[in-house]
T-cell receptor, first 116, second 117 residues
């Protein structure tokens, strides 16, 4: 069965500092990988996704993520965070099949706090 | 493209009552998903539809839960005889799977927060 681990429950970063959120997945083959962001009381917004090809993917709001097959990781990075980046971040994995994405399996999330 | 919409955004009910939520997907998206998210957790898959066919249901979806997508457009999720453990955010997502394609991105709605007293 597929699973996702986000080892950091809560991260605090100063505004303007760099950010890296960790995500490790377990799956028998190369999966689809996603990062979503959720503001309090809101739904999930897609930040970026990896299906195949270049292992460094660019997303919205200046975020990027790198797929490392050898480490089963898909870490999210941003060179300089803004106060508006404070939110909950979820990594998700979906199976590659002939039928598309089907269900996503999410990690437990990392809450990001930005301090001035 | 108006995005995925869900109604209501908040629902407070008493234990034992029935509730129904509605989800309107992005127009022409043929896939629709329901997830449940409890406090401090990531969303958990409940069920999904391709057009009007319900193709998979999670073990989380007990007999008290039923979902429909009668015309392959909007969907409803009904919970009968609600319990306090049903309190959660119910999220809907939609996607468009092109025939023969593999890439399939799910876009989420704002969710319906259910509180069972």
């Amino acid at each position: 069965a597929q699973s996702v681990t986000q080892p950091d429950i809560h991260i605090t970063v100063s505004e303007g500092a760099s950010l890296e959120l960790r995500c490790n997945y377990s799956y028998g083959a190369t999966p689809y990988l996603f990062w979503y962001v959720q503001s309090p009381g809101q739904g999930l917004q897609l930040l970026l996704k990896y299906f195949s090809g270049d292992t460094l993917v660019q997303g919205i709001k200046g975020f990027e993520a790198e797929f490392k097959r050898s480490q089963s990781s898909f870490n999210l990075r941003k060179p300089s965070v803004h106060w508006s980046d404070a939110a909950e971040y979820f990594c998700a994995v979906g199976p590659i099949s002939n039928f598309g994405n089907e269900k996503l399996t999410f990690g437990t999330g990392t809450r990001l706090t930005i301090i001035p | 493209d108006t995005g995925v919409s869900q109604d209501p955004r908040h629902k407070i009910t008493k234990r034992g009552q029935n509730v129904t939520f509605r989800c309107d997907p992005i127009s022409e998206h043929n896939r629709l998903y329901w997830y449940r998210q409890t406090l401090g957790q990531g969303p958990e898959f409940l069920t999904y539809f391709q057009n009007e066919a319900q193709l998979e249901k999670s073990r989380l979806l007990s007999d008290r839960f039923s979902a429909e997508r009668p015309k392959g457009s909007f969907s409803t999720l009904e919970i009968q005889r609600t319990e306090q453990g049903d309190s959660a955010m119910y999220l809907c997502a939609s996607s468009s799977l092109i025939a023969g394609g593999l890439e399939d991105t799910q876009y989420f709605g704002p969710g319906t927060r259910l509180t069972v007293l």
